[in-house]
C-alpha cells in the first residue's frame, strides 16, 4: 500500500507546485484559501447546542469579509454553504486558485467517555507531520474520517484508511516544502487566538491530516475550541465570540503577508547581489546551498534505506523537526543541476541557503 500512496501523492504535488509557481509569476494578489471544515450531511463535532459545521462556516464567512475589503487580497472559500466536500476537494479548489495560505477551520471535541469532557478547553493549530502525540493523532484520525463518508473513498484516497495508525507512515515518508511556513503562520494564529480571542492556549501541534498534505502551499488546520464544553461551546457559537475568532485570523493574515512581503523583498536584494559580494565573509559565514530531501520529528539513520543510497547526508535540527540535506554547493545554478537529477529519487527535494551552522531565510 506504500508505494502507490507515496506515487500518488508525490506525482500530484509536484504537478500542482510547478502550476503555483508559474502562477506566481503572473499574479498581484495574496489569495487566501479560507477551508470551512465538514458541511452537508458531515456535521462534524455536535454540542448541545450548536455543530461544528456551522460554527466553522460562520467564522470563515466572517474572515473572508474581512479581508476581502484590503487590497491585493483575494479570497477563495472551500464552501460557502452548506455543502459536503471531500477532503481531496477542498485540497483541488486551494491548488487551483494557487493560493498562497491555506487556512482549514474547525472545532475540536474528544471522546464522550473521556472524564474531562465537559472542561476541557483551548485553541490549537496544527501544521503537517508526525503525530507527537496519541491526542495529535487522535484528532487527525477524526477529521480525515469524513472520507469514509465518501463512495468508494479507499480507491479515492489509494488505499489510505483514516483509522489506521499504519497508514499515516506516509506522513513520514512525505517532504512538506512549505512546512517552514506553516509552521511560522501556525503560530502567528495561535498567538492571535490566545490574545485577542481569549482562547486558552494548547499550542502549535502537527499530525496527520490528508487536507494540508494535498495543498501546495503554506497550510494549517485550526480547532478553534471545545464544543463539548458547555462553556467553550457558548462562546464559539455567539456572534460576539466568532467576530473575536474572525478577527484573530485576519490579524494573523496579515501580520504573515507583511512578513512575507519583508522576507520576499530580502530574498530580491540577495538574488540582485553578486556571488562574488556574498562570498567575501570568513569560511564561517560564506553562502552555500544544500539540497534538502527529508524531514520528520525523530532521527533518520544516515544508513537509513529512507535515503536511497544518497551519499553524504547532512542533519540539522529545526522547529522541533530533523531534517536532511546533501551537498554545499557555491551557487544556485551548481545546486539546481544536482537538485534535477535528486528529484528523481526525491520529488520533493528543494534547495537551501546554509551559513556556517545554520539555515539562512
Same mark, same amino acid.
Given at each position: 500500500m506504500r508505494i502507490p500512496i507515496l506515487i500518488l501523492i508525490s506525482i500530484i504535488l509536484t504537478l500542482s507546485d510547478a502550476v503555483t509557481r508559474m502562477a506566481a509569476d503572473t499574479a498581484s494578489d495574496f489569495i487566501v484559501v479560507l477551508d470551512p471544515g465538514h458541511g452537508g450531511k458531515d456535521y462534524g463535532a455536535v454540542g448541545k447546542t450548536s455543530n461544528e459545521k456551522s460554527i466553522n462556516l460562520e467564522v470563515a464567512r466572517l474572515v473572508a469579509g474581512s479581508l476581502r475589503q484590503q487590497d491585493s487580497i483575494k479570497v477563495v472559500m472551500t464552501r460557502d454553504d452548506d455543502t459536503f466536500l471531500s477532503l481531496q476537494e477542498r485540497a483541488n479548489v486551494a491548488n487551483r486558485a494557487h493560493g498562497d495560505l491555506f487556512i482549514s477551520i474547525h472545532v475540536n471535541s474528544v471522546d464522550r467517555r473521556a472524564k474531562n469532557r465537559t472542561t476541557i478547553a483551548g485553541a490549537s493549530v496544527y501544521t503537517l507531520g508526525l503525530h507527537r502525540t496519541a491526542e495529535n493523532l487522535e484528532v487527525a484520525k477524526?477529521?480525515?474520517?469524513?472520507?469514509?463518508?465518501?463512495?468508494?473513498?479507499?480507491?479515492?484516497?489509494?488505499?489510505?484508511?483514516?483509522?489506521?495508525?499504519?497508514s499515516y507512515i506516509i506522513f513520514e515518508l512525505n517532504q512538506n516544502r512549505h512546512l517552514d511556513r506553516s509552521i511560522q503562520f501556525a503560530q502567528t494564529v495561535q498567538d492571535e487566538l490566545v490574545s485577542t480571542a481569549g482562547r486558552k492556549d494548547k499550542g502549535v501541534r502537527q499530525a496527520g491530516f490528508w487536507v494540508l498534505m494535498a495543498t501546495s502551499m503554506p497550510?494549517?488546520?485550526?480547532?478553534?475550541?471545545?464544543?463539548?464544553?458547555?462553556?467553550?461551546?457558548?462562546?464559539? !457559537? #455567539?456572534?460576539?465570540?466568532?467576530? =473575536?475568532?474572525?478577527d484573530a485570523i485576519v490579524n494573523a493574515v496579515n501580520a504573515y503577508r507583511s512578513g512575507r512581503k519583508t522576507l520576499h523583498s530580502d530574498e530580491a536584494t540577495q538574488t540582485a547581489a553578486s556571488d562574488k559580494k556574498q562570498e567575501q565573509t570568513d569560511s564561517s559565514g560564506k553562502i552555500v546551498y544544500r539540497i534538502q530531501i527529508l524531514a520528520a520529528d525523530r532521527p533518520v539513520r544516515i544508513g !537509513? #534505506?529512507?535515503?536511497?543510497?544518497? =551519499?553524504g547526508i547532512e542533519q540539522y535540527e529545526e522547529n522541533g523537526l530533523y531534517k536532511y540535506t546533501v551537498g554545499n554547493y557555491d551557487s544556485m545554478a551548481e545546486a539546481d543541476r544536482q537538485l534535477r537529477k535528486l528529484r528523481k529519487t526525491f520529488p520533493k527535494a528543494f534547495v537551501i541557503k546554509w551559513a556556517g551552522n545554520s539555515r539562512v531565510y
Amino acid at each position: 500500500m506504500r508505494i502507490p500512496i507515496l506515487i500518488l501523492i508525490s506525482i500530484i504535488l509536484t504537478l500542482s507546485d510547478a502550476v503555483t509557481r508559474m502562477a506566481a509569476d503572473t499574479a498581484s494578489d495574496f489569495i487566501v484559501v479560507l477551508d470551512p471544515g465538514h458541511g452537508g450531511k458531515d456535521y462534524g463535532a455536535v454540542g448541545k447546542t450548536s455543530n461544528e459545521k456551522s460554527i466553522n462556516l460562520e467564522v470563515a464567512r466572517l474572515v473572508a469579509g474581512s479581508l476581502r475589503q484590503q487590497d491585493s487580497i483575494k479570497v477563495v472559500m472551500t464552501r460557502d454553504d452548506d455543502t459536503f466536500l471531500s477532503l481531496q476537494e477542498r485540497a483541488n479548489v486551494a491548488n487551483r486558485a494557487h493560493g498562497d495560505l491555506f487556512i482549514s477551520i474547525h472545532v475540536n471535541s474528544v471522546d464522550r467517555r473521556a472524564k474531562n469532557r465537559t472542561t476541557i478547553a483551548g485553541a490549537s493549530v496544527y501544521t503537517l507531520g508526525l503525530h507527537r502525540t496519541a491526542e495529535n493523532l487522535e484528532v487527525a484520525k477524526r477529521e480525515n474520517a469524513v472520507m469514509v463518508l465518501e463512495p468508494d473513498y479507499s480507491t479515492t484516497y489509494s488505499g489510505f484508511d483514516p483509522n489506521s495508525a499504519e497508514s499515516y507512515i506516509i506522513f513520514e515518508l512525505n517532504q512538506n516544502r512549505h512546512l517552514d511556513r506553516s509552521i511560522q503562520f501556525a503560530q502567528t494564529v495561535q498567538d492571535e487566538l490566545v490574545s485577542t480571542a481569549g482562547r486558552k492556549d494548547k499550542g502549535v501541534r502537527q499530525a496527520g491530516f490528508w487536507v494540508l498534505m494535498a495543498t501546495s502551499m503554506p497550510a494549517i488546520l485550526i480547532e478553534l475550541d471545545f464544543i463539548c464544553n458547555p462553556q467553550s461551546e457558548k462562546y464559539i !457559537s #455567539s456572534a460576539a465570540g466568532q467576530r =473575536k475568532m474572525a478577527d484573530a485570523i485576519v490579524n494573523a493574515v496579515n501580520a504573515y503577508r507583511s512578513g512575507r512581503k519583508t522576507l520576499h523583498s530580502d530574498e530580491a536584494t540577495q538574488t540582485a547581489a553578486s556571488d562574488k559580494k556574498q562570498e567575501q565573509t570568513d569560511s564561517s559565514g560564506k553562502i552555500v546551498y544544500r539540497i534538502q530531501i527529508l524531514a520528520a520529528d525523530r532521527p533518520v539513520r544516515i544508513g !537509513s #534505506s529512507e535515503f536511497k543510497g544518497v =551519499k553524504g547526508i547532512e542533519q540539522y535540527e529545526e522547529n522541533g523537526l530533523y531534517k536532511y540535506t546533501v551537498g554545499n554547493y557555491d551557487s544556485m545554478a551548481e545546486a539546481d543541476r544536482q537538485l534535477r537529477k535528486l528529484r528523481k529519487t526525491f520529488p520533493k527535494a528543494f534547495v537551501i541557503k546554509w551559513a556556517g551552522n545554520s539555515r539562512v531565510y
